[in-house]
């Protein structure tokens, strides 16, 4: 499955990917993606979301309000996405996401524990996993990924909170959240 990697300092991807879901509208994003669904990775911030590729197409930047950088005059590919699953309780997605002008669907979404997960999941399933997972609710013993070796140090004291305990197979380990997305997704 593609990665999409997109830097939030030239494209808004904390508030565009929710009104975006909500909405069901999709939007452009910059490179060539031939598959039928993608994840969308935050650079910095990790997997947040599923997306389902509409159309891949060569023309300038199309417009959007969440850019936040200016267009160059020259075409590049960019492909046509749909949020089909999106981590509302991601814990860096959730730093970013609410601001004053926030739509209050979102918010109270959020607040209730509202959960998308990925078409793979049915809800009982899901829930149950997560229910066994927070089982473990103590500290993680490091703040590296056992799966990716990205160490989470980088966000101080918060790095270690970051970290979210995955079973498989009747054993655990502690991994990053763009691991634990992906552990899930892989199920």
């Known amino acids: 499955m593609n990665i999409i990697r997109i830097d939030p300092n ?42 389902e590729v509409m159309l891949v197409e060569m023309t300038k930047r199309p417009a959007d309000r969440y850019w936040r950088t200016k267009a160059g005059p020259e075409p590049k590919t960019y492909s046509l996405v749909d949020v089909i699953g999106l981590d509302f309780h991601h814990p860096l997605l959730q730093s970013g996401m609410y601001e004053e002008d926030t739509d209050a669907v979102i918010r109270i979404k959020w607040e209730q524990g509202y959960r998308v ?3 793979k999941w049915t809800r009982e399933t899901f829930t149950a996993h997560l229910t066994e997972e ?47 997305k992906a552990r899930h997704y892989d199920l």
Do not use: K
Not at 25 to 42: C, H, K, M, N, Q
Not at 143 to 169: P, Q
């Open 10 to 51: 030239e494209y808004d991807v904390l508030s565009a990917l929710p009104t975006y879901f909500q909405e069901a509208s999709p939007f452009y994003v910059e490179g060539r993606l031939d598959e039928g669904t993608a994840w969308i990775e935050i650079l910095g911030y990790g997997i947040v979301a599923e997306v």
């Open 134 to 180: 927070q089982a473990v609710l103590e500290l993680a013993p490091t703040a590296v990924c056992e799966a990716c070796g990205d160490d989470l140090n980088r966000f101080g004291r918060t790095g270690i909170r970051l970290m979210e305990y995955h079973l498989e197979s009747g054993s655990g380990m502690w991994l990053c959240p763009t691991c634990h």
């Open 117 to 119: 997960p990925s078409a």
